[in-house]
């Protein structure tokens, strides 16, 4: 077995390339024999890829499916409650009156389960910044704040839509 420490980084690859065919004949990155800065970080470069891909992909399921269940339930209440603002509006309730209603009653469906799930991933990324030994504050920081604005969005189409409905028949 032998170690060689190599200071320049920027050509380790072609270093560590030229030893291993060398000594064992052939690059390959999973050497059970092998062992280079340059392939080290190319295998954690693939299978942290790899874990960001499937954290998004599952991350986004989760963000459509949420807010999809939160929008489709609210709409329904909104064909459903059609009636009551039909007597609010007879009582002489305004289109803004009405908008501000619709969003202090849908608020609570869209800020609970963000708080719980902004906590939650705070919880998670504190455990996993201390097992990583890596600061994870301003990437949490950025997606959280994505997630915050899209979140948003959802908001604003559900209380839209929940208007439309309310104040289709309306005079």
Same mark, same amino acid.
């Given at each position: 077995?032998?170690?060689?420490?190599?200071?320049?980084?920027?050509?380790?690859?072609?270093?560590?390339?030229?030893?291993?065919?060398?000594?064992?004949?052939?690059?390959?990155?999973?050497?059970?024999?092998?062992?280079?800065?340059?392939?080290?970080?190319?295998?954690?470069?693939? $299978?942290? +890829?790899?874990?960001?891909? @499937?954290?998004?992909? #599952? /991350? &986004?399921?989760?963000? !459509?499916?949420?807010?999809?269940?939160?929008?489709?339930?609210?709409?329904?209440?909104?064909?459903?409650?059609?009636?009551?603002?039909?007597?609010?509006?007879?009582?002489?309730?305004?289109?803004?009156?009405?908008?501000?209603?619709?969003?202090?009653?849908?608020?609570?469906?869209?800020?609970?389960?963000? $708080?719980? +799930?902004?906590?939650?991933? @705070?919880?998670?990324? #504190? /455990? &996993?910044?201390?097992? !990583?030994?890596?600061?994870?504050?301003?990437?949490?920081?950025?997606?959280?704040?994505?997630?915050?604005?899209?979140?948003?969005?959802?908001?604003?189409?559900?209380?839209?839509?929940?208007?439309?409905?309310?104040?289709?028949?309306?005079?």
């Amino acid at each position: 077995m032998a170690m060689y420490d190599v200071t320049e980084v920027d050509h380790s690859e072609n270093l560590g390339n030229k030893i291993q065919v060398a000594a064992e004949g052939k690059v390959n990155i999973w050497s059970p024999t092998f062992s280079s800065y340059y392939s080290n970080y190319h295998m954690v470069s693939i $299978l942290m +890829g790899t874990i960001l891909f @499937i954290g998004i992909f #599952i /991350g &986004l399921v989760f963000f !459509l499916a949420t807010g999809s269940v939160i929008y489709f339930k609210q709409v329904t209440d909104a064909y459903l409650e059609q009636n009551q603002f039909t007597t609010l509006f007879k009582l002489g309730l305004t289109k803004r009156e009405l908008r501000g209603i619709i969003s202090r009653q849908i608020a609570p469906m869209f800020v609970i389960p963000l $708080l719980l +799930g902004i906590s939650h991933s @705070i919880f998670a990324m #504190i /455990g &996993l910044a201390r097992n !990583l030994e890596y600061s994870l504050q301003m990437p949490v920081i950025i997606v959280t704040s994505i997630y915050c604005v899209f979140y948003g969005l959802y908001y604003w189409i559900c209380v839209n839509s929940y208007t439309n409905i309310v104040t289709r028949y309306q005079p």
